[in-house]
């Protein structure tokens, strides 16, 4: 009995060994939990990271949570980020590489009350502009320079409102114009009665200005550790089958997100249309960062006048490493 007590308890050990094999990572997201994110909530729901042999930890974000210094705090091991927020980490010391680039398009654009006369970004002079700060601001600030619009006021400049995380500088008429999502924003402001016909929209994408967003990004420090390396492949190819799903099945995706938001404040509907935006975002891209696009934001970022986020051009701060080995 005594033997057989041994190996029972040698047995339990084995096995709590074998269930806490999977490797360990934490996914700092850049806000909260919502279908702009859907692809990594599948990937966990549908057992793509268990395939892979990880233990994958979701954290959502919010306006008090910053991800660049969560990675530097050794809260998580990757970072959702947009690229604006990440060179500028950068530049001021924080090694932060892209390892992939699951969106593919911008999301971000100006929605403006059509009946202020505005058609054309010319239209802009003389009026009040809600836009996002904390990184956000720089590619309107580059958009405003590349036409030769100030950004101080008057006649003919723009006056910058700060805004929140709402929409409502615009239904109130504090503002002519503010940022918007074409997944988010956009439509909470069609939600509180606005109808698309009184409005008029502005994406950053079409006006060739558009920088990228949610890249998946690692510590270049970790990056020399080969261990994390085959993490980081791993979790790449789990996280990149979870998107393409989502796409492939944006109501179920949008689903499993409701289920995974523990707050309990997002709708069925607004998350079933948030994907079907989304989707069209990471439509395109198999998770590589393209050369180009990261060139085009540089220099939308480099040309943001006399306060440019960046200062220089960023070197090392992309790799194809992890989706060469992860996707090919």
């Known amino acids: 009995m005594k033997t057989a007590l041994i190996g029972a308890g040698m047995a339990a050990m084995f096995g709590a060994s074998a269930a806490q094999a999977a490797d360990e990572v934490k996914l700092q997201l850049q806000w909260v939990t919502q279908a702009q994110f859907a692809g990594y909530y599948v990937a966990l729901d549908k057992g793509f990271y268990e395939e892979e042999d990880l233990d994958v930890t979701i954290l959502p974000g919010g306006p008090d ?6 990675l530097a705090g050794g809260g998580a091991d990757v970072m959702l980020n947009w690229m604006p927020s990440a060179l500028a980490a950068r530049e001021k010391g924080l090694p932060v590489v892209n390892i992939a680039q699951p969106f593919k398009s911008s999301g971000l654009m ?33 958009w405003m320079s590349q036409l030769g619009i100030p950004t101080d006021g008057g006649d003919e400049g723009i006056t910058v409102l700060k805004q929140g995380f709402n929409v ?6 504090q503002a002519d114009c503010i940022s918007t999502m074409t997944y988010n924003e956009y439509w909470q402001v069609i939600d509180a009665g606005v109808s ?24 270049e420090e970790n990056l020399s550790d080969p261990a994390f390396v085959d993490k980081m492949v791993r979790f790449v190819r789990a996280s990149m089958k979870g998107w393409k799903y989502a796409e492939a099945n944006p109501d179920e995706a949008a689903e499993i997100v409701l289920d995974n938001d523990a707050t309990g404040a997002q709708t069925e509907t607004h998350q079933k249309r948030m994907m079907g935006e989304i989707a069209k975002l990471t439509a395109g891209s198999n998770g590589t960062l393209d050369p180009a696009d990261f060139d085009r934001t540089v220099a939308t970022l480099l040309g943001g006048g006399s306060d440019p986020v960046i200062t220089k051009e960023p070197e090392g701060a992309w790799t194809h490493a992890i989706t060469d080995a992860a996707l090919n």
């Open 110 to 142: 100006l929605t403006c009350w059509k009946d202020t006369g505005i058609t054309g970004p010319e239209d802009f002079k003389g009026k009040t502009i809600g836009v996002w700060f904390f990184g956000n601001e720089y590619p309107f600030l580059s």
């Open 196 to 219: 698309p016909e009184e409005l008029v929209t502005f994406k950053y994408e079409e006006q060739g200005v558009a920088t990228l967003e949610d890249g998946i990004y690692a510590l």
């Open 65 to 70: 949570i910053a991800p660049p210094q969560v």
């Open 168 to 173: 409502d500088p615009l239904l109130q008429r």
